[in-house]
């Protein structure tokens, strides 16, 4: 069942039109070999990009207050491309009751600048969604400080990642909103096959009768839960089927 996130009225709808009035345009940046690509075949580009770079350290110094190494540090990885109101973030956040002071949402663009480019639209779709799989507004608030992406997903994404992690594999909302980065990996690449060799080893009572933290099955590499969940044990029999099980699980 799904709950309206709109629950405020006026100062909700207030709340969004200031959000939509918010000027701040971000160009992320990709590293590596599509970043050399896109910006090395116009001289113009690089130019704007300069100039970019040159307002969004100046911006972040001079109205935001930040140091500029951080403001330079920052630069790196967004550009704005204006002047915008970084306050109507924390009012749209304020004002459907999420909780967030100024600190916190200075804490999270610190260490996530595109935090305050977040669409308008997919925030407030991903708290619609949280809300109606059944997380409350605090522990929205706790995912969101701890994972900030998690306000940028599509109901699609929430809604399979939760069903599979809380239905299939039984473990609790709370062990998410503990570890609310399993929203950030993909399903089928990585949480899926994995969580396939954790059942197979309940099954066998391989690993007692809980559940393993949801950090320790899916924020560890491949290699790293290969060696620990698989290549640990002595029987060659189960090393062969527990990697048939992990490999079939992969989608290419």
């Known amino acids: 069942m799904y709950y309206s ?7 909700s709808i207030f709340a969004l039109q200031k959000w ?26 690089l ?11 100046s911006y972040l110094v001079d109205s935001l207050g930040l140091p500029t190494k951080l403001a330079e540090s920052i630069s790196r ?17 304020r004002d459907y009751g999420l909780g967030f002071s100024e600190g ?15 669409s308008e639209k997919n925030v407030l779709n991903s708290i619609e969604t949280f809300l109606g799989v059944g997380f409350s507004r605090d522990e929205i608030v706790l995912m969101a400080k701890r ?10 994404s929430v809604k399979n990642k939760t069903e599979f992690l809380v239905e299939k ?35 066998r009572g391989l690993l007692g009768d809980k559940l393993p933290a949801t950090s320790r099955v ?8 290969l060696n620990k969940f698989v290549k640990i044990h002595d029987d060659e029999k189960l090393v062969r089927e527990l990697m048939a099980i992990f490999t079939r699980g992969l989608v290419s």
């Open 5 to 11: 996130v709109i629950l405020h009225g006026r100062r």
């Open 47 to 57: 130019q704007d990009g300069r100039k970019g770079k040159t307002f969004t350290v």
């Open 169 to 203: 594999m039984n473990w609790p909302i709370q062990a998410l909103v503990s570890n609310p980065a399993v929203f950030g990996y993909s399903l089928e690449k990585r949480t899926v096959p994995r969580c396939n060799v954790v059942k197979a080893l309940m099954s």
């Open 104 to 118: 916190d949402v200075w804490d999270r663009f610190k260490k996530n600048p595109q935090f305050l480019a977040l």
């Open 218 to 225: 899916l924020a560890i590499t491949d290699q790293a839960f």
């Open 77 to 93: 990885k967004v550009i704005y491309e204006g002047k915008g109101n970084p306050d109507s973030v924390l009012d749209l956040f």
């Open 20 to 45: 939509r009035n918010l000027r701040v345009s971000v160009t992320l940046f990709q590293q590596g070999s599509a970043f050399c690509n896109s910006f090395s075949s116009a001289g113009a580009s």
């Open 147 to 156: 994972f900030s992406q998690c306000l940028n997903l599509s109901a699609e």
